[in-house]
């Protein structure tokens, strides 16, 4: 298994989890709708974070060709997501 699906994802709950190398590869859904997503397209691994369900405009987007970036990326997304969870829960 791959180490970043052993991730502690805060207070994310992952909906969606395949290891295998293909366009849907993870979802996490956080409080306040906040989605984390995680996917193999074309050439690279793409991780949006997403508020409202509004694919077009992801708050944050982050790519990488390498595996071993992944962790590294998502440890960054995760702290992003829940910062914006939270400061969106506040208001």
């Known amino acids: 298994m791959q180490s970043w699906s ?25 409080p306040n709708g906040f989605l984390l997503d995680m996917g193999w397209h074309q050439d690279r691994y793409i991780i949006s974070v997403i508020h409202n369900f509004d694919w077009t405009h992801p708050v944050q987007q982050y790519e990488t060709a390498e595996r071993n970036q992944l962790p590294k990326l998502l440890t960054e997304a995760v702290r992003l997501v829940e910062k914006e969870s939270q400061s969106a829960g506040a208001n």
């Open 6 to 30: 052993r991730m502690d994802f805060g207070t994310g709950k992952i909906i969606f989890l395949d290891i295998t190398q293909k366009e849907d590869m993870l979802q996490v859904e956080y």
